[in-house]
T-cell receptor, first 113, second 114 residues
Framework: AQSVTQLDSHVSVSEGTPVLLRCNYS??????LFWYVQHPNKGLQLLLK??????LVKGINGFEAEFKKSETSFHLTKPSAHMSDAAEYFC???????????FGTGTRLLVSP | NAGVTQTPKFQVLKTGQSMTLQCAQD?????MYWYRQDPGMGLRLIYY???????DKGEVPNGYNVSRLNKREFSLRLESAAPSQTSVYFC?????????????FGPGTRLLVL
């Protein structure tokens, strides 16, 4: 069985400060891990994904995530938040032989001026 | 290239009414998915279609039916709507079924069942 836990339902930062969104996963197999972003009233868009090629993954808009097998974590970071980063972020795991995703419950990122 | 499109954007139903949510993709993808999104629960898979002509149940299929009309279109039907089906519904597609593939999402349909 596979599962994802997003440790914070809300994260508030000031513009220009670092962002950290935390995600822990559980998987019986070597997982693929994703971060998707959802802006208000929009569909989800891929930020980045880990597919075992490299443990540090770079995504769009300056985001990156590090896969740590020993800690079963895949935390999302960005050095400097921008107002446009305000959105909901989902950590997602896919394992086994088929594209069936398990979504975390989401973290809402609030960015203040 | 519109990607994944969904109609309608918003719908209000009375309990017991039926409706069909439409989804189409123009990326020549083989696989398509229907999810529902409820507050605090992330997205949950309702049904999926690995390829044209096949459909399978996901995590929460009760109360829904699907049709993979052709390679482009995948519809979701509520035969007798219930208030518990009030949700935001997302359609998605992938080129194939590999677990590393990126899912491409539509903009969603907001459904309110009174």
């Amino acid at each position: 069985a596979q599962s994802v836990t997003q440790l914070d339902s809300h994260v508030s930062v000031s513009e220009g400060t670092p962002v950290l969104l935390r995600c822990n996963y559980s998987s019986s197999y070597s997982p693929s891990l994703f971060w998707y972003v959802q802006h208000p009233n929009k569909g989800l868009q891929l930020l980045l994904k880990y597919t075992s090629a490299a443990t540090l993954v770079k995504g769009i808009n300056g985001f990156e995530a590090e896969f740590k097998k020993s800690e079963t974590s895949f935390h999302l970071t960005k050095p400097s938040a921008h107002m446009s980063d305000a959105a909901e972020y989902f950590c997602v795991v896919s394992s086994g032989g088929f594209q069936k995703l398990v979504f975390g419950t989401g973290t809402r990122l609030l960015v203040s001026p | 290239n519109a990607g994944v499109t969904q109609t309608p954007k918003f719908q209000v139903l009375k309990t017991g009414q039926s409706m069909t949510l439409q989804c189409a993709q123009d990326m020549n993808h083989n696989s398509m998915y229907w999810y529902r999104q409820d507050p605090g629960m992330g997205l949950r898979l309702i049904y999926y279609s690995a390829s044209e002509g096949t459909t399978d149940k996901g995590e929460v299929p009760n109360g829904y039916n699907v049709s993979r009309l052709n390679k482009r279109e995948f519809s979701l039907r509520l035969e007798s709507a219930a208030p518990s089906q009030t949700s935001v519904y997302f359609c998605a597609s992938t080129p194939g079924t590999g677990r590393q593939e990126t899912q491409y999402f539509g903009p969603g349909t907001r459904l309110l069942v009174l």
